[in-house]
């Protein structure tokens, strides 16, 4: 069982920042995959960044250039920078993390959400 705690969100000015935070925690072995999703209402669901355990980073394009996903000292934990927020970056947050736990089974686990408000 894997669990993941996230913070860091709330309500902010366009073009300000926000950090947001993933922390997982339980019976892992290894992660290959840590990303952050967001959701607005009436969207899907769409990845915003990712990062491998090989260094390999991905962005969305509308977020290329104002966020930075990094991976935390302990090796579990993953961040989201987010500089020159914009309202549509408005929606709910989740990280998202894939490995194996520590009896060699798959696992991909999410995280339960953060409120991301960016005000115009």
């Known amino acids: ?13 366009a073009g300000g920042s926000l950090r947001l935070s993933c922390a997982a925690s ?10 952050w999703y ?17 260094g390999y980073i991905n962005y969305a394009d509308s977020v290329k250039g104002r966020f930075t996903i990094s991976r935390g000292n302990a090796k579990n934990t993953v961040y989201l920078q987010m500089n020159s927020l914009k309202p549509e970056d ?3 947050y989740y990280c998202n993390l894939r490995g194996l ?6 696992f991909g686990s999410w995280g339960q959400g953060t409120q991301v408000t960016v005000s115009s």
């Not at 669990?3 to 902010?12: A, D, K, P």
Request: charged fraction near 15%.
């Open 90 to 92: 408005t929606a709910v």
């Open 101 to 106: 736990t520590d009896v060699g089974a798959d």
């Open 38 to 54: 967001r959701q607005a209402p009436g969207d899907q669901r769409e990845l915003v960044a990712a990062i491998t355990s090989g």
């Open 26 to 35: 339980g019976s892992i072995f290894s992660i290959s995959t840590m990303c």
């Open 1 to 13: 069982q894997v669990q993941l705690v996230e913070s860091g969100g709330g309500l902010v000015q």
